[in-house]
């Protein structure tokens, strides 16, 4: 399905800051000139076609819960078996090959450090294989969606998620919304039932983590390839420490970097402490961002690669449920 210009604009305008109002979709379909049964129709058509996986919560990494990035080095003729039995593992969200020796990449997400590493520890011993983990260690730029139009993406400052005040809702509504809002006339009221909360508690619970940056954004979760952004670049770089501060800097502020995090290095066979996600149509134009990074910020001779997936075993939201002890 190719979407047609309605919807590309529903998806461009609602990538964040969907609203947290009773009936979300009569303010969508207003603001587009819909009514809301038709708005409703357009976000269901393009769930159905794998368009956008949900409408719903993107949270920060090890707020709620705990989460790593993690590389494999797996021998080509084992590769599918072993991205398989990675797959299998329910903790388990993202699972891509990507072109480097350490060809297989996963992200674990659970509800402690423990569970993460006891998950790691299993698809070790059942694959003979070294994991290398690669938790986050400090976010500088977690996107807010990128623009399928003219207009720049909307850009802001990640949130100081010390003034999140815990509350054990969260949770529970994170999980009940995992797999995204139904996409009904009231869909925050539909959640409250399910948790036996009123939909003033969901929708209060939703704006604090928002404010608070645990929350990173709530809208539109977009399947790239399926509008044309078929080059997924991981680009990483060793860059030292004293120039760190100036170099992610400017690497965050690009419009066309989505994400840009810290990690450890792994020596010797990860040297990287830097990422950046570039979603681009092609590979040309993947190559011709990193370079716009590069020289802005002056880091072209910083030793440096660039990640290309190859296939998605994997790909869905964290598994909250987990985390409320729903299952």
Same mark, same amino acid.
């Not at 409408?55 to 993690?70: C, D, E, I, R, W």
């Not at 297989?104 to 423990?114: D, P, R, Y």
């Not at 009904?184 to 009123?198: C, F, K, M, Q």
């Given at each position: 399905? $190719?979407?047609?210009?309605?919807?590309?604009?529903?998806?461009?305008?609602?990538?964040?800051?969907?609203?947290?109002?009773? %009936?979300?979709?009569?303010?969508?379909?207003?603001?587009? !000139?819909?009514?809301?049964?038709?708005?409703?129709?357009?976000?269901?058509?393009?769930?159905?076609?794998?368009?956008?996986?949900?409408?719903?919560?993107?949270? %920060?990494?090890?707020?709620? +819960?705990?989460?790593?990035?993690?590389? *494999?080095?797996?021998?080509?003729?084992?590769?599918?078996?072993?991205? +398989?039995?990675?797959?299998?593992?329910?903790?388990?969200?993202?699972?891509?090959?990507?072109?480097?020796?350490?060809?297989?990449?996963?992200?674990?997400?659970?509800?402690?450090?423990?569970?993460?590493?006891?998950?790691?520890?299993?698809?070790?011993?059942?694959?003979?294989?070294? #994991?290398?983990? @690669?938790?986050?260690?400090?976010?500088?730029?977690?996107?807010?969606?990128?623009?399928?139009?003219?207009?720049?993406?909307?850009? &802001?400052? $990640?949130?100081?998620? !010390?003034?999140?005040?815990?509350?054990?809702?969260?949770?529970? $509504?994170?999980?009940?919304?995992?797999?995204?809002?139904?996409?009904?006339?009231?869909?925050?009221?539909?959640?409250? =039932? &399910?948790?036996?909360?009123?939909?003033?508690?969901?929708?209060?619970?939703?704006?604090?983590? *928002?404010?608070?940056?645990?929350?990173? /954004?709530?809208?539109?979760? #977009? /399947?790239?390839? %399926?509008?044309?952004?078929?080059?997924?670049?991981?680009?990483?770089? =060793?860059?030292?420490?004293?120039? @760190?501060?100036?170099?992610?800097?400017?690497?965050?502020?690009?419009? %066309?970097?989505?994400?840009?995090? /810290?990690?450890?290095?792994? *020596?010797? !066979?990860?040297?990287?402490?830097?990422?950046?996600? #570039?979603?681009? &149509?092609?590979?040309?134009?993947?190559?011709?961002?990193?370079?716009? $990074?590069?020289?802005?910020?002056?880091? +072209?001779?910083?030793?440096?690669? #660039? @990640?290309?997936?190859?296939?998605?075993?994997?790909?869905?939201?964290?598994?909250?449920?987990?985390?409320?002890?729903?299952?």
């Amino acid at each position: 399905m $190719i979407p047609n210009p309605t919807e590309l604009a529903l998806i461009d305008r609602w990538q964040h800051g969907f609203p947290l109002v009773e %009936k979300p979709f009569e303010v969508v379909g207003r603001l587009a !000139a819909l009514d809301e049964s038709e708005t409703i129709g357009i976000f269901r058509r393009m769930r159905e076609n794998d368009v956008i996986s949900r409408v719903g919560a993107v949270v %920060k990494p090890n707020t709620v +819960g705990a989460s790593t990035l993690a590389a *494999m080095q797996v021998p080509p003729e084992r590769l599918e078996q072993v991205a +398989g039995l990675v797959s299998r593992e329910p903790l388990v969200t993202h699972n891509y090959e990507r072109e480097h020796a350490l060809n297989l990449w996963f992200v674990v997400a659970g509800a402690s450090a423990e569970a993460i590493a006891a998950t790691n520890r299993r698809i070790s011993d059942q694959t003979g294989l070294d #994991v290398v983990e @690669l938790p986050m260690l400090e976010a500088y730029h977690l996107g807010l969606g990128f623009s399928l139009g003219a207009a720049p993406p909307q850009r &802001r400052e $990640i949130a100081d998620h !010390a003034d999140y005040r815990p509350d054990p809702r969260d949770k529970a $509504i994170l999980a009940a919304i995992e797999d995204g809002l139904p996409l009904i006339e009231r869909p925050y009221r539909a959640v409250a =039932d &399910r948790l036996d909360l009123g939909q003033s508690d969901v929708i209060d619970r939703l704006e604090h983590m *928002m404010a608070s940056g645990i929350v990173t /954004r709530f809208g539109c979760v #977009v /399947r790239h390839e %399926k509008l044309g952004y078929r080059s997924n670049a991981m680009a990483v770089w =060793d860059v030292p420490d004293d120039r @760190l501060e100036d170099v992610v800097e400017s690497f965050a502020r690009h419009p %066309k970097v989505t994400l840009c995090y /810290r990690r450890p290095r792994h *020596m010797p !066979a990860w040297p990287y402490n830097i990422f950046c996600m #570039v979603h681009a &149509r092609s590979r040309w134009d993947a190559y011709s961002v990193i370079d716009e $990074i590069n020289l802005e910020a002056d880091s +072209g001779l910083l030793r440096q690669t #660039v @990640l290309f997936s190859r296939r998605c075993f994997k790909q869905r939201g964290a598994v909250f449920s987990q985390l409320a002890g729903l299952n």
